[in-house]
T-cell receptor
Framework: GAVVSQHPSRVICKSGTSVKIECRSL??????MFWYRQFPKQSLMLMAT?????????EQGVEKDKFLINHASLTLSTLTVTSAHPEDSSFYIC???????????????FGPGTRLTVL | AQSVTQPDIHITVSEGASLELRCNYS??????LFWYVQSPGQGLQLLLK??????LVQGIKGFEAEFKRSQSSFNLRKPSVHWSDAAEYFC???????????FGTGTRLQVTL
């Protein structure tokens, strides 16, 4: 149980184009999803917290107009990298938190990640 | 600032040897702590977690971790390492009532045969 998928797993795009990454919780409902960015050989950096039906909360330094997050349902959140540039190339990982769990239950389930390469 | 620290960037052990990966936290209240493993190009797999209760936590793949409040530590251990354990290991944590996790910088484990 508690499986999270991401699509696509790998994408290559030209500079200036937009790319959408999907994050789905396959067998549970997630009121909260998180988007992380990971540079090669570095740790995960939280980009934003996505709550179903409301606007995402972005971490300091993350451009909300560049990284558009939509959490339209309890099982789907999307991250759109707009006008992508080579410096946006990275590994993007999403995670999902169980809905309806105890307020103190803090476990996140992670997707397999999406490798974005901007040429 | 509240954080999670992994002091060791890279550790090499021989197959069959014991392993301990260090993790320190700086949260005031009892934190929620996790250990994840990541193989190259892959997502994160949860090894174990600590919320409360017994301070010695058993995880998957033969791993365990011990929460020590006096030392602000949550070190990961395995009595006998296998070559397949070579990967990147991340400690992560958060304050009890918050949803956000903070990740340590990771420790890359290399296993020699």
């Amino acid at each position: 149980g508690a499986v999270v998928s991401q699509h696509p797993s790998r994408v290559i795009c030209k500079s200036g184009t937009s790319v959408k990454i999907e994050c789905r919780s396959l067998d549970f409902q997630a009121t909260t999803m998180f988007w992380y960015r990971q540079f090669p050989k570095q740790s995960l950096m939280l980009m934003a917290t996505s709550n179903e039906g409301s606007k995402a909360t972005y971490e300091q330094g993350v451009e909300k107009d560049k990284f558009l997050i939509n959490h339209a349902s309890l099982t789907l959140s999307t991250l759109t990298v707009t006008s992508a540039h080579p410096e946006d190339s990275s590994f993007y990982i999403c995670s999902a938190k169980l809905a309806g769990g105890a307020s103190s239950y803090n476990e996140q389930f992670f997707g397999p990640g999406t490798r974005l390469t901007v040429l | 600032a509240q954080s999670v620290t992994q002091p060791d960037i890279h550790i090499t052990v021989s197959e069959g040897a014991s392993l301990e990966l260090r993790c320190n936290y700086s949260y005031g209240a009892t934190p929620y702590l996790f250990w994840y493993v990541q193989s190259p190009g892959q997502g994160l797999q949860l090894l174990l977690k600590y919320f409360s209760g017994d301070t010695l936590v058993q995880g998957i793949k033969g791993f365990e971790a011990e929460f020590k409040r006096s030392q602000s530590s949550f070190n990961l251990r395995k009595p006998s390492v296998h070559w397949s354990d070579a990967a990147e290991y991340f400690c992560a944590g958060g304050p009890g009532t918050a949803s956000k996790l903070t990740f340590g910088t990771g420790t890359r484990l290399q296993v020699t045969l």
